[in-house]
């Protein structure tokens, strides 16, 4: 029997549940969204620091951010804020999606090579502290990323076997 009380608990379920699919879409879209403001936010203060410790280095009578009694605190925000953004990533709701994930971990590896190469290369004036401090800073915020998203590569091409 099709009564009006029948079609208006229909219409009472129905509406719940397309609410209840918004709100999981909304959520789904914020996450997403934190993802993006944490890897754009962690770029951001990792040039920022560069740039402080690449002044540090070219001023003498001033003690280079990463060598201060602040470099722990310092490098803990850009390794946690780089954690967070591995966590999206591997959960799919970061700025690196499944297809670039091999083209990141390459890019992360010569990141952290190219601080290796410049850490010592003295190009006066500004530009191997520059080289120096930038690479250095954006290697300790990738660093984190490179290595979560590698265990998820080794996690998944294991999981096929």
Known sequence: ???????????????NYLGKVEEKMENS????????????????IALV?????AWGLETTNQV????????????????????IVGLFAVIGRGTITSKEVP?????????????????????????GSLFSGISLSLAIFVAPIVGILAIKSIWDMGKDV
């Open 1 to 15: 029997m099709c009564n009006s009380s029948n079609i208006y608990m229909l219409l009472i379920i129905s509406i």
């Open 29 to 44: 879209n914020i996450m997403s969204k934190v993802g993006s403001g944490a890897f754009l936010v962690g770029i951001i």
């Open 49 to 53: 620091l560069g740039l402080i410790q």
């Open 64 to 83: 280079p951010l990463f060598s201060s009694s602040n470099a722990g605190a310092v490098t803990w925000v850009l390794a946690v804020i780089g954690i």
């Open 103 to 127: 083209g990141f971990l390459l890019a992360g590896v010569a990141l952290v090579v190219m601080y290796g190469v410049f850490r010592d290369i003295n190009i006066k004036p500004y530009i």
